[in-house]
């Protein structure tokens, strides 16, 4: 990964199991720095329109393999971050990112893809300003996602590795695998670990509070008000509340 | 036929798809500008390799199931960044070792692969390509028997490329690079920065290069000498 040159912008990206509350947590900061009429834009995982319908096809098929499904994921990425993150940074955006390379890294390695293959292939992408880790225990993770009983998805659950016929046990060994790497990377990259077993206000408390920390967010305001009032930017009353300022 | 050594360190990475089993097939590539005359050797190659009993696949660039019809509409919308294409491709390549060379060379059949990462690195190489990226990215692909180059000057290529085609294609010009604003010269330039960087690997990777200027038969007979004693 390389070290963050001299752009403007901050890039602050979100990692964690699924289930973990990451996207939850991401997209309150979103609101958060919207409300205070910052230049902010979000981009998710797997979101290219380039690659969209390839990627469509490989799951719909099966027929994506560890290697493929590294390669298609890194043709994703490559895309958003060329067109969308790096010009953003540089032009003095706070980009957010629901998942980086760290989701790679964790899922390709949990299909057996050699770390330092990977970790080469996305050599170019800077280092965020805070990489937040939800680290929250396995078997909460897996409660929160299996409680209801959900159709998985044949790669969600990770049944193209044919470790098990059952989508759940499936995603379950699946799961433990990519939570082991994420512990290991939360070490070797120093993510910054949020304990999302915590209640969702206090965890944001705490991801704004690391955020004004790192950034100057008053030299992040667009120069020129949103067309809608500030009330109309949300949904609902309770959604205004979270966004306010903690 | 004796199963597939390693001879060189460029395929220093060996994919999970693998799973260890041998492959006794043999993977011959054909490597050459379009307009080269690569489709006719191959379909002559497969016919005779059919012959003799030998059961034969076919892959190229672009003929991927997974990205083949999307990066040709991707590349239709010129918004791609070098970066995004050279793993698009690298997507659509490895889509097909996966599923389709890996299996047919497990199966002993012979592959007969019309263009390979040499043509994709090429490519990318005169887009700025790092080198060492580039490298990493195709290390674990797998190494080719045998590598016919088809070379053909630059100028006849443009004579032949034309008879075939009649008009100059944007991306085969390199039109995207801005060498020239004129698709003629643009072509002549491009097809000589690709045909560098093929004079480059070629040493390495132990190229065969056919001069493919000659007459149809004559590449052929000469192709088919040297798969024979690859398949002795």
Same mark, same amino acid.
């Given at each position: 990964?390389?070290?963050?040159p001299s752009y403007p912008?901050?890039?602050?990206?979100?990692?964690?199991?699924?289930?973990?509350?990451?996207?939850?947590?991401?997209?309150?900061?979103?609101?958060?720095?919207?409300?205070?009429?910052?230049?902010?834009?979000?981009?998710?995982?797997?979101?290219?329109?380039?690659?969209?319908?390839?990627?469509?096809?490989?799951?719909?098929?099966?027929?994506?393999?560890?290697?493929?499904?590294?390669?298609?994921?890194?043709?994703?990425?490559?895309?958003?971050?060329?067109?969308?993150?790096?010009?953003?940074?540089?032009?003095?955006?706070?980009?957010?990112?629901?998942?980086?390379?760290?989701?790679?890294?964790?899922?390709?390695?949990?299909?057996?893809?050699?770390?330092?293959?990977?970790?080469?292939?996305?050599?170019?992408?800077?280092?965020?300003?805070?990489?937040?880790?939800?680290?929250?225990?396995?078997?909460?993770?897996?409660?929160?996602?299996?409680?209801?009983?959900?159709?998985?998805?044949?790669?969600?659950?990770?049944?193209?590795?044919?470790?098990?016929?059952?989508?759940?046990?499936?995603?379950?060994?699946?799961?433990?695998?990519?939570?082991?790497?994420?512990?290991?990377?939360?070490?070797?990259?120093?993510?910054?670990?949020?304990?999302?077993?915590?209640?969702?206000?206090?965890?944001?408390?705490?991801?704004?509070?690391?955020?004004?920390?790192?950034?100057?967010?008053?030299?992040?305001?667009?120069?020129?008000?949103?067309?809608?009032?500030?009330?109309?930017?949300?949904?609902?009353?309770?959604?205004?509340?979270?966004?306010?300022?903690? | 036929?004796?199963?597939?050594?390693?001879?060189?360190?460029?395929?220093? $990475?060996?994919?999970?798809?693998? *799973?260890?089993?041998? &492959? @006794?097939? +043999?993977?011959? /590539?054909?490597?050459?500008?379009?307009?080269?005359?690569?489709?006719?050797?191959?379909?002559?190659l497969g016919r005779w390799?059919?012959?003799?009993?030998?059961?034969?696949?076919?892959?190229?660039?672009? $003929?991927?199931?997974?990205?083949? *019809?999307?990066?040709? &509409? @991707?590349? +239709?919308?010129? /918004?791609?960044?070098?970066?995004?294409?050279?793993?698009?491709?690298?997507?659509?390549?490895?889509?097909?070792?996966?599923?389709?060379?890996?299996?047919?060379?497990?199966?002993?059949?012979?592959?007969?692969?019309?263009?390979?990462?040499?043509?994709?690195?090429?490519? @990318?190489?005169?887009?700025?390509?790092?080198?060492?990226?580039?490298?990493?990215?195709?290390?674990?692909?797998?190494?080719p028997d045998a590598v016919?180059?088809?070379?053909?000057?630059?100028?006849?290529?443009?004579?032949?490329?034309?008879?075939?085609?009649?008009?100059?294609?944007?991306?085969?010009?390199?039109?995207?690079?801005?060498?020239?604003?004129?698709?003629?010269?643009?072509?002549?330039?491009?097809?000589?920065?690709?045909?560098?960087?093929?004079?480059?690997?070629?040493?390495?990777?132990?190229?065969?290069?056919?001069?493919?200027?000659?007459?149809?038969?004559?590449?052929?007979?000469?192709?088919?000498?040297?798969?024979?004693?690859?398949?002795?």
């Amino acid at each position: 990964m390389k070290e963050k040159p001299s752009y403007p912008g901050k890039l602050i990206a979100v990692e964690g199991l699924d289930g973990s509350g990451k996207s939850t947590q991401i997209y309150l900061v979103k609101r958060w720095l919207q409300s205070r009429h910052l230049k902010v834009f979000f981009t998710e995982w797997n979101s290219s329109s380039l690659v969209k319908d390839a990627t469509r096809r490989g799951k719909q098929s099966h027929s994506l393999k560890p290697t493929t499904f590294s390669l298609i994921h890194a043709t994703d990425f490559a895309d958003r971050y060329e067109r969308q993150i790096l010009p953003l940074l540089r032009a003095g955006y706070i980009v957010l990112c629901d998942r980086y390379i760290f989701t790679a890294f964790a899922r390709d390695r949990a299909r057996g893809v050699e770390q330092d293959w990977v970790a080469n292939v996305y050599d170019y992408a800077i280092e965020p300003d805070i990489t937040f880790y939800f680290r929250v225990p396995l078997e909460v993770s897996l409660n929160r996602i299996l409680r209801g009983r959900p159709e998985l998805g044949y790669f969600e659950a990770g049944l193209d590795m044919g470790w098990t016929f059952d989508p759940y046990e499936s995603f379950r060994i699946f799961q433990g695998k990519v939570f082991n790497v994420y512990e290991e990377l939360t070490d070797s990259y120093g993510l910054t670990v949020i304990d999302a077993e915590k209640e969702i206000p206090e965890q944001q408390k705490e991801v704004r509070r690391i955020i004004k920390s790192h950034v100057d967010l008053k030299s992040y305001k667009l120069p020129y008000m949103p067309r809608l009032p500030l009330d109309l930017m949300f949904d609902t009353e309770a959604e205004m509340d979270n966004a306010a300022d903690l | 036929m004796p199963y597939t050594t390693k001879k060189s360190d460029f395929f220093s $990475r060996e994919l999970p798809e693998l *799973e260890g089993r041998p &492959l @006794a097939g +043999k993977l011959i /590539v054909i490597e050459g500008a379009d307009g080269s005359g690569r489709s006719t050797q191959i379909r002559l190659l497969g016919r005779w390799l059919e012959s003799k009993g030998y059961a034969v696949n076919q892959v190229g660039i672009k $003929r991927s199931n997974l990205a083949g *019809e999307q990066l040709t &509409l @991707a590349q +239709k919308s010129n /918004v791609m960044t070098n970066k995004t294409m050279a793993l698009f491709y690298a997507t659509d390549l490895y889509d097909q070792i996966v599923n389709q060379i890996i299996p047919s060379l497990n199966a002993s059949a012979i592959v007969l692969a019309d263009r390979y990462i040499y043509t994709l690195m090429a490519r @990318a190489l005169v887009r700025g390509a790092g080198t060492d990226w580039m490298r990493n990215l195709y290390s674990p692909a797998i190494e080719p028997d045998a590598v016919f180059y088809f070379k053909v000057a630059p100028d006849q290529l443009l004579e032949r490329y034309l008879n075939k085609t009649r008009s100059l294609d944007y991306w085969e010009s390199g039109m995207d690079l801005g060498l020239s604003k004129d698709v003629f010269d643009s072509f002549l330039k491009y097809q000589g920065l690709i045909d560098e960087e093929f004079s480059k690997m070629s040493g390495p990777h132990e190229f065969e290069t056919i001069d493919a200027s000659r007459p149809v038969f004559a590449i052929q007979k000469e192709l088919r000498n040297k798969i024979k004693s690859l398949l002795e």
